[in-house]
């Protein structure tokens, strides 16, 4: 039996902004691939800092493993290389010089030179060329895995010079930190931002209380995808429905998707437990007790609508009151 649809009645937004941690109040969550809720085992290939999801990698690797023909896994994890915006652009071939490749394994200056000299036997003109002298102070380029030298005010390398340009000289900032890795990737996030503020707290709240319990695990890309579906319910909280009407609701809308429906129902109910409160005192006057609010595992119930009423009123009196169970 469910308990019918209400608001929370008065207080429970006060609750539910008392009960959200800060790191749970964000509107995009990302959590390290080692949480045990809603992180993954660690992806196999080395370096990767993204959750495994399937065969021990991340879903790229994964991706990259079945396009390569399903190779053994440990040959493939030990042959992959870092992502592309965090490998290293390629360094001339003249000993000693930082800049990057620009043509025929020369940086700019260096094709330059060879070119205009004619294009002599390349490996013989390399082995002739004087010692370069390197940048003051060891200066780098401004992107943090780029071990190449500056090659104009920017403080980028030739390569992620031409790259800034391309894409309408931004703030270098915010360019530079385009490069960092970026170990959740959408479908390890969770965003919140298209539900309403009531609605947002209560999936919040129930996140917590899933990470806190951590009785199992959840991917975030489930949680998406219930957010999305609660979105478009256009409801202003869980609790606008009861726990059967979002069963239904969610067989019909998820009939493929169990596990962004069993959310909502999680969520649900976790929501209505703050509300509604827990305890013999809570649960005592009602027809229909939830265990799982009396300390019970699941979500079993004890119905007493089938019981005649007749002589309750003698069960203080055998100790069956408020006050019991003892203890």
């Not at 991340?58 to 290389?81: D, I, K, T």
């Not at 000289?169 to 479908?187: E, G, I, K, M, N």
């Not at 539900?195 to 975030?220: F, M, N, V």
Request: charged share 20%; glycine share 12%.
């Amino acid at each position: 039996m469910s308990a019918p649809a209400h608001a929370g009645g008065p207080g429970l937004l006060e609750r539910l902004v008392a009960a959200v941690r800060p790191e749970f109040r964000s509107g995009v969550l990302t959590f390290p691939a080692a949480d045990p809720v809603f992180g993954g085992t660690e992806c196999q290939v080395a370096g990767c800092q993204r959750p495994a999801r399937g065969r021990g990698l991340c879903p790229g690797h994964l991706h990259r493993w079945a396009h390569a023909g399903r190779p053994a896994l440990e040959v493939f994890a030990a042959a992959q290389e870092p992502w592309r915006r965090q490998q290293p652009n390629q360094r001339c071939r003249i000993s000693g010089c930082g800049n990057g490749v620009c043509r025929q394994g020369l940086c700019q200056l260096h094709f330059q030179r060879w070119d205009r000299g004619g294009r002599p036997d390349l490996p013989a003109w390399i082995a002739g060329q004087p010692a370069v002298k390197a940048p003051p102070d060891g200066a780098r380029c401004a992107i943090q895995h780029c071990q190449l030298w500056p090659q104009a005010a920017s403080g980028l390398c030739h390569a992620h010079q031409a790259t800034w340009r391309a894409n309408g000289r931004p703030d270098l900032q915010v360019f530079a930190a385009s490069f960092l890795p970026a170990p959740a990737t959408l479908s390890e996030t969770i965003e919140l931002g298209q539900l309403g503020g009531r609605l947002k707290l209560e999936i919040q709240y129930a996140l917590q209380c899933r990470r806190d319990e951590a009785a199992g695990k959840i991917a975030p890309a489930v949680v998406r995808r219930a957010v999305g579906f609660l979105a478009a319910s256009e409801v202003v909280s869980l609790l606008d429905r009861t726990e059967a009407q979002w069963r239904a609701l969610a067989g019909a809308k998820l009939p493929r998707d169990p596990a962004a429906g069993r959310f909502v129902i999680y969520a649900s109910r976790r929501v209505a437990d703050l509300a509604d409160g827990c305890g013999w005192e809570t649960e005592f006057p009602r027809d229909v007790w939830l265990m799982r609010r009396l300390g019970g595992p699941g979500n079993q119930t004890l119905d007493f609508t089938g019981i005649p009423s007749r002589g309750c009123a003698s069960w203080p009196s055998a100790g069956c009151g408020p006050g019991w169970p003892p203890g």
